[in-house]
């Protein structure tokens, strides 16, 4: 028997099991990811049940030292939510009942297991988007480092996909690095949504119980709390529509890079190779070495960029207080945190590892890339620019253009000052904009 459903109502029909299957779905196998955060929910809820004399102090205790226990069981990866058991949160009130018997029941005063899921959420989401947030900053470092390291490797800009403008690669990597710290902004504004408390908030409507959110919010580092009780449960879907947005401002900046690096990577391109540990041979042609790694990096977070529209419908028109809909987002979320950070992972690893093709723009073939540098010199001469651009015009009809590759570009963010010392400066206060050592000094609190 669940531990919310009453007598009688469970009935012993051939769909019963039909019906289970159908609402429970992939809850369980969702619920693992929870698992710490709902023990963690549960240290800082009996803590503030002790202040208020809902426990006694060594009720409180013992709870305590249970808990502790199944959070190192979960850390071991010995942790499961046993057949029969609906999700995580009736597995550890169940582990604590048969430690402890009726004063593991007390735990769920004053709650509901709408806020218990919120909170568990929260915490979850959280930590995985400052997962992410570091991970994002991994590659970015990578981006920078390159982009210092061949700011003076010349490569051809594009517009329309036919050359345009002398670009290079310290500009192209500086450029996906920039991308990246806005991003992380992004990220910084999800966190934030995460880090609000809605423990106490109950069905959505609070309770009787004089409960001390202010402390269940400084216990779980929280930012603050969701002050509306019914606001609190409204912001199930708002959160994790957020995140995956967030998660998809990343994967469109990764999907882009890799589009350019298969693109780059081919041989009428051949700007720069990939090493032979990210590309794959063909069962036909021997001489193929096909980016495959990268065309799944580009695929996978393409998918990801979809994300937010899910949740988007599963949300539509709902109206304001607890919906089972809300259950199957956890499906969405969850393995989505998964996928961005491997996606983050093999990034960081191919950009250590490509190799930049040096001299690029030695070839005639590049000669008009340099039609605006004559136009400039021109207006530096005195000539109106409109007739300057008319002049070199005419001299590439008439074959009398020579392209001079002596660039002087100075302004801020050009190929001659790149400006990465102020893109790192940008990044550096975003990341800290997240305040996550108020969470980690709370977690380590509430833990020891």
């Known amino acids: 028997m669940k531990l919310w459903q009453k007598e009688g109502s469970a009935g012993e029909s051939m769909d019963a099991a039909t019906i289970e299957r159908f ?32 426990l006694e102090k060594d009720e409180l205790s013992a709870i305590r030292q249970e808990l502790k226990a199944i959070y190192e069981q979960i850390g071991a990866g010995n942790f499961t939510i046993e057949d029969g058991v609906e999700d995580v949160h009736s597995q550890v009130e169940l582990m604590l009942t048969r430690k402890l018997g009726d004063v593991g029941k007390k735990i769920h005063s004053g709650r509901s297991r709408n806020d218990q899921v919120l909170v568990d959420l929260k915490l979850f989401t959280r930590d995985r988007l400052w997962k992410v947030a570091e991970a994002t900053n991994q590659v970015f470092d990578r981006l920078i480092q390159r982009s210092e ?28 690095a920039e991308a ?67 998660l998809a401002a990343v ?21 720069l190779t990939l090493p032979d540990a990210l590309t794959t041979g063909s069962s036909i042609m021997p001489h193929k070495k096909n980016p495959d790694v990268a065309e799944l990096l580009r695929a996978k977070t393409n998918r990801l960029k979809a994300l937010p529209m899910e949740v988007t419908l ?18 969405v979320l969850m393995p989505a945190f998964d996928e961005i950070l491997d996606c983050l992972e093999i990034t960081a690893f191919m950009l250590e590892r490509l190799q930049v093709k040096s001299n690029l723009l030695d070839d005639a073939k590049y000669d008009l890339l ?47 000052n790149l400006g990465n010392e102020h893109i790192k400066a940008y990044m550096e206060e975003t990341v800290q904009g997240f305040g ?13």
């Open 23 to 54: 609402t429970v779905g992939r809850d369980r196998e969702m619920d693992l990811y929870l698992a710490p955060f709902d023990v963690a929910g549960n240290l800082a809820h009996a803590t503030m049940l002790e202040t208020i004399g809902l």
């Open 149 to 176: 390291q061949h700011k003076n490797d010349l490569l051809p800009g594009y517009t329309h996909l036919q050359i345009a403008m002398p670009s290079s690669f310290g500009l192209w990597f500086g450029a996906y």
């Open 180 to 246: 990246l710290a806005d991003d992380m902004l992004t990220l910084q504004t999800a966190f934030r949504l995460a880090n609000r408390n809605p423990l106490g908030s109950g069905a959505g409507y609070g309770s009787s119980f004089p409960l001390n959110r202010t402390m269940t919010t400084e216990l779980l580092g929280f930012e603050g709390m969701h002050v509306n009780v019914v606001y609190a449960q409204m912001s199930r879907g708002k959160t994790e529509q957020t995140a995956l947005n967030a």
């Open 251 to 271: 994967a469109a900046t990764l999907s882009r890079m890799a589009m350019d690096i298969c693109l780059y990577n081919s041989q009428n391109f051949g700007f």
């Open 314 to 331: 599963v949300m539509s028109n709902l109206p304001s207080g607890y919906h089972r809909d809300m259950q199957i987002l956890k499906e």
């Open 370 to 416: 340099f039609s605006v540098e004559r136009v400039n010199e021109l207006v530096l001469q005195g000539v109106p620019f409109r007739e300057a651009y008319r002049i070199v015009g005419k001299e590439i009809n008439e074959g009398g253009y020579q392209a001079s590759r002596q660039l002087t570009h100075t302004h801020e963010g050009s190929i001659g």
């Open 436 to 448: 996550y050592e108020r969470v980690k000094t709370a977690f380590q609190h509430l833990l020891d």
